[in-house]
């Protein structure tokens, strides 16, 4: 199937039914799943794993997060049973970026050493890469299908017409941690330094006119 099919095919289902779904139309071993670790991750931290408990979940740690994130991700990873492994930008870029600060210099280099070159090497002969992008969460999110080709790869959206209502009841009904920022108005979480308190994603990169950190776009 192309894109237009498989959106076609996608459009109608539930989350859960889009990703069972995946599973049958692409290769297991070719199938890519990335979390944040933020104040939505655990969503699909929750759906996937029911469906395909093998499926291992990527964390890249761009030794940037705050510690609350460390954290939590430690407690999701124990409730749920997550099978995670843990990916790190290359040590001496990474080591420069925190040197020079380049984040109050040149935040697309920072993103770019340490989000999305990491995440181009895993990309690298895999199919699909699922993503849990929500589309409220800005304009450039609203207009995207469920799945899109994108740098090479086919990028997957099962959660991507959830509204805030849904994720707030789905939180609920399964009784999960919500992120411990959260509460102390973070609504979108990213590396500390680079995020502040704010309504949807308004406290990422403030002030600064960027609105992504490079991996979506």
């Not at 889009?18 to 199938?31: H, Q």
């Not at 990422?204 to 006119?209: I, T, V």
Request: glycine share 6%.
């Amino acid at each position: 199937m192309n894109i237009d099919e498989l959106n076609i095919k996608y459009k109608n289902l539930t989350p859960q039914e889009r990703i069972s779904e995946l599973y049958n139309d692409f290769d297991v071993d070719k199938i890519l799943y990335t979390s944040s670790f933020g104040t939505t991750a655990a969503l699909l931290l929750k759906m996937i794993p029911e469906i395909n408990s093998d499926q291992k979940i990527y964390f890249l740690d761009t030794t940037y997060h705050f510690l609350e994130t460390i954290e939590y991700k430690d407690k999701l990873k124990a409730q749920l049973n997550l099978n995670i492994t843990e990916v790190l930008p290359e040590g001496w870029k990474n080591d420069f970026t925190s040197k020079d600060t380049t984040w109050t210099k040149d935040q697309n280099l920072c993103c770019s050493i340490n989000k999305v070159e990491p995440m181009d090497r895993l990309k690298e002969n895999q199919d699909v890469w699922i993503s849990g992008l929500l589309g409220y969460q800005n304009s450039h999110r609203k207009d995207l299908n469920v799945f899109e080709e994108k740098g090479g790869i086919i990028k997957f959206y099962p959660i991507l017409d959830m509204n805030k209502e849904d994720v707030t009841a789905f939180f609920e009904d399964n009784n999960i941690p919500k992120h411990p920022l959260e509460a102390q108005g973070y609504s979108s979480i990213g590396c500390a330094q680079c995020t502040v308190k704010g309504q949807g994603r308004s406290g990422r990169w403030s002030n600064s006119g960027k609105t992504e950190c490079g991996l979506h776009m």
